[in-house]
């Protein structure tokens, strides 16, 4: 308890701190208003209705520095549903009802009504925002968020200029569909995407590749395209070196991206410093961002292709493009040689080859040597009356209409279940087959944390419903960095503490477990807050697998009323007169 006090006095610290950068008018920082609406777009030469901001989709790119304090007013103009922005990475240290989780840290914002997120940014990196309510990141609602080192400061590493690209998935069918499907009996699978995006822009039915394959069944498309869905255009000079950012808000897939003819050095992921590495290609799941360094050492008079392909699911969506376009070439120059190939998808070697290369940068926070509370979380699918759900140890999330955040900190215990959800799964659970009693429950419970303690996390996979399937899944922890100890084959046993890499593990917000084996996280738990930990694939969110952290909430201070108005905590407010 001393060590959870101590923590507690230091939280207290920060979060002085915090509160008097929020009311100072000398603190720097950056203020937005945005209008969230549906609106038509052609994202893929298809025109379709995505969700949009301030009539622009993707979301304008913020790009700050450290330390500075972001006021973004969001303005839901949807006319029959609530909507949230999550900002993916930043931990909201002091503002945990800034976090922009439904049901989790706020109500949803009502149509017509406007929330104020008002945080500081806390370390430099490359983020991104989207939405967290329904399905509603698959709809379109997403931006890069771009944080730069503080004055005085400088990267552990040079370059001569900087891209970004954010990669995302997307269907012609609506996501209220899609959600509808998902919910149904029989069940209906979103499927595969039509496109895969790079900055919001593909093609749908063309190929920029089609001259490369005599006998490409697309037609060939040019780099003009429409105005909203031409290709990305990345113009360089030659013998320069570039960062390039990238982040994938993908709601389903999982990526590999490659510069055709050019080494990628990583430099960055989620945010952390890692041992700079080389590459050919980088493997990028969904809630995932990555920087590369390259140097344009190539022939000068070419141009060359960036490529994005499908990773972990049989790949029935073509590959995204941009142009990597050497000055003074004409970006009306297509490349000599054809984009650089994806992987093939189910090489996991290779996928795992890649994500055991990373390692943190020397004088990056290492992880404590022992853990206080271990929490095994099992990932299954299920069935709940015929209907398919995703379950954590044999419980599919299903969220409150009181956000957790209200209802712990005034003890509303009516809110949600107050039995704590399960720490493992049964010692006799056979992992590599079909579930024998595939039935599970849905369930609403906390798990309540120490303040100030630290806690190991194994992700274990298994078989899905259908036999000699096991999927892929990236699971995003909020609020926090965590440690990426290892990764196993199998099911996880005590003995596998030995493969721990306690020296210079990578620190991570979004980690993925590969099929049919384990993934070992720790985090301290010194946020406090009601934070989400979920897979970021966004139907199996949809479909349940999630589980809740709460920690320290005692700490939190006054919530927000506008956070809070809804459920429980919205009556309260109402009886209390908004106190």
């Known amino acids: 308890m001393a060590a959870a006090a101590g923590g507690g006095r230091r939280w207290l610290d920060v979060l002085t701190v915090v509160l008097v950068c929020l009311v100072s008018q000398g603190c720097r920082g950056l203020e937005l208003k945005w209008d969230v609406e549906y609106i038509f777009w052609s994202p893929d030469g298809e025109e379709n209705m995505v969700m949009g901001i301030n009539g622009k989709f993707p979301g304008p790119t913020i ?72 399905m509603q990141r698959s709809a379109g609602l997403y931006g890069s968020l771009i944080v730069e080192v503080e004055d005085g400061k400088r990267e552990p590493f040079h370059y001569d200029g900087e891209f970004n690209l954010l990669l995302s998935d997307w269907w012609h069918k609506s996501v209220h569909e899609q959600e509808i499907g998902l919910s149904s009996l029989p069940f209906r699978w979103i499927n595969e995407p039509e496109t895969l995006l790079i900055n919001g822009r593909g093609q749908y039915n063309c190929s920029l590749a089609a001259q490369y394959n005599k006998s490409a069944a697309l037609s060939q498309c040019t780099l003009r395209g429409g105005e909203q869905w031409a290709p990305n255009v990345l113009k360089v000079l030659p013998n320069k070196t570039y960062r390039l950012r990238i982040a994938s808000t993908t709601a389903l897939a999982s990526l590999n991206l490659a510069i055709g003819n050019h080494k990628m050095v990583v430099v960055e992921a989620d945010g952390n410093y ?33 490529s994005i392909g499908v990773r972990g699911r049989r790949p029935q969506t073509p590959q995204a493009l941009a142009l990597l376009n050497y000055l003074p070439n004409s970006a009306s120059k297509l490349p000599l040689s054809a984009p650089p190939p994806t992987p093939q998808w189910n090489d996991y070697a290779h996928s795992k080859s890649f994500t055991n290369k990373l390692k943190s940068l020397m004088g990056t926070p290492q992880p404590p040597t022992t853990h206080h509370r271990r929490i095994v979380l099992l990932n299954t699918q299920n069935r709940i009356d015929g209907y398919i759900k995703w379950a954590i140890n044999n419980v599919s999330l299903s969220l409150p209409p009181t956000p957790y955040l209200g209802s712990i900190k005034h003890g509303l215990k009516a809110a949600f ?132 952290f709460a920690e320290g909430v005692h700490l939190v201070g006054d919530v927000p009323s506008e956070a809070l108005a809804c459920g429980l905590t919205g009556k309260r407010l109402a009886s209390t007169g908004g106190r």
Request: charged share 15%.
């Open 274 to 306: 890692i041992q700079p590495f080389e590459t050919n290609d980088i493997d990028i799941y969904s809630g995932e961002s990555y920087s590369v360094i390259f140097t344009t050492n190539q022939n000068p008079s070419t141009n060359h292709w960036i």
């Open 417 to 548: 279940d107050q039995s704590p959800p399960p720490e493992s799964f049964a010692n006799g659970y056979n992992i590599m087959v079909p579930p024998v009693n595939p039935n599970t429950t849905t369930g609403n419970g906390v798990y309540e944390i120490e303040f100030n303690t630290t806690v190991d996390v194994i992700l274990q996979n298994a078989n899905a419903l259908a036999a000699n399937t096991s999927e892929i899944h990236p699971w995003h922890l909020h609020g926090h960095d965590f440690w990426v100890l290892g990764y196993g084959e199998g099911r996880f046993e005590e003995g596998d503490e030995k493969m721990f890499n306690l020296k210079n593990p990578p620190l991570r917000n979004t980690a993925v477990i590969f099929p049919y084996g384990w993934t070992a996280l720790r985090f301290v738990a010194d946020n406090p807050g009601v934070w989400a930990f979920h897979c970021h694939i966004e139907p199996h969110l949809h479909m349940g697998m999630g589980v809740v």
């Open 63 to 134: 790009r700050v520095k450290v330390g500075d304090i972001v006021r973004v007013d969001v303005t839901n103009k949807l006319n029959t549903e609530g909507v949230v922005i999550h900002w993916h990475g930043i931990k909201q240290l002091g503002t945990p009802w800034a976090d922009g989780t439904a049901s989790i840290s706020q109500c949803a914002i009502a149509p017509g009504e406007t929330f104020l997120y008002r945080f500081k940014v806390d370390k430099a990196g490359t983020y991104f925002y989207h939405g967290h309510y329904g």
